[in-house]
């Protein structure tokens, strides 16, 4: 079973710009989670899609969204970038349902804003 | 809300000894506690999941043990390898909000 895929796994924009980040989940998996990664701040959750629909919201501004397609595939896009944008960004997957469902993760897309 | 703490930070050991990594978290009302390995700059691989209703998940050399009274887990490592070498996160999904919220890990060196 393939896992987790993300793309890009590497991304240097610049502030002003916008950039959106791909994210494949594993086959059968309708749970797709974002989080942002920082030596400052650790791991923060972003947002969670279910079935099409946002289900969960961190507590980041409107710069920063998301969709889910009806394949699963999911992307997130953030708008006017500033430098503290900068940071890992990491997808999992998951059934979403139960409390036996864990946690996949992709191997994050390393964005850089300069 | 809930909070997870992870202690100690940063934890180096000789190859061969058993060690213990803690995770603390302030609300019980959890559906489950996961634990989690990164290596630097990859994503997170998951290692053991334990249920709210479970006490502890084994997986070869690693043991992990939740009790919610005390809003406590740890990692137990035995006979710790260069391999094992990692950051170790602990991640408790609330139940609620039904959101996981990780601690800041534990960075561990096995020395050989």
């Known amino acids: 079973k393939a896992g987790v895929t993300q793309t890009p796994r590497y991304l240097i924009k610049t502030r002003g710009q916008q950039v959106t980040l791909s994210c494949s989940p594993i086959?059968?998996?309708?749970?797709v989670s974002w989080y942002q990664q920082t030596p400052g701040q650790g791991l923060q959750f972003l947002f969670e899609?279910?079935?099409?629909?946002?289900?969960n919201k961190g507590n980041f501004p409107g710069r920063f969204s998301g969709r889910q397609f009806s394949n699963s595939r999911s992307e997130m896009n953030v708008s006017t970038l500033e430098l503290g944008d900068s940071a890992l960004y990491l997808c999992?997957?998951?059934?979403?349902?139960?409390?036996?469902?864990?946690?996949?993760f992709g191997n994050g897309t390393r964005l850089t804003v300069t | 809300k809930q909070e997870v703490t992870q202690i100690p930070a940063a934890l180096s050991v000789p190859e061969g000894e058993n060690l213990v990594l803690n995770c603390s978290f302030t609300?019980?009302?959890?559906?489950?506690l996961q634990w989690f390995r990164q290596d630097p700059g990859k994503g997170l691989t998951s290692l053991l999941l334990?249920?709210?209703?479970?006490r502890e998940q084994t997986s070869g050399r690693l043991n992990a043990s939740l009790d919610k009274s005390s809003g406590r887990s740890t990692l137990y490592i035995a006979a710790s390898q260069p391999g094992d070498s990692a950051t170790y996160l602990c991640?408790?999904?609330?139940?609620?909000?039904?959101?996981?919220?990780f601690g800041t890990g534990t960075r561990l060196k096995v020395l050989a």
């Open positions: 991640a408790a999904l609330t139940s609620g909000t039904y959101k996981y919220i």
């Open positions: 086959s059968g998996h309708r749970s």
């Open positions: 334990i249920q709210s209703s479970q």
């Open positions: 999992a997957s998951s059934s979403g349902t139960g409390s036996n469902s864990p946690l996949h």
């Open positions: 609300d019980s009302a959890i559906y489950n």
């Open positions: 899609y279910f079935s099409e629909t946002q289900r």
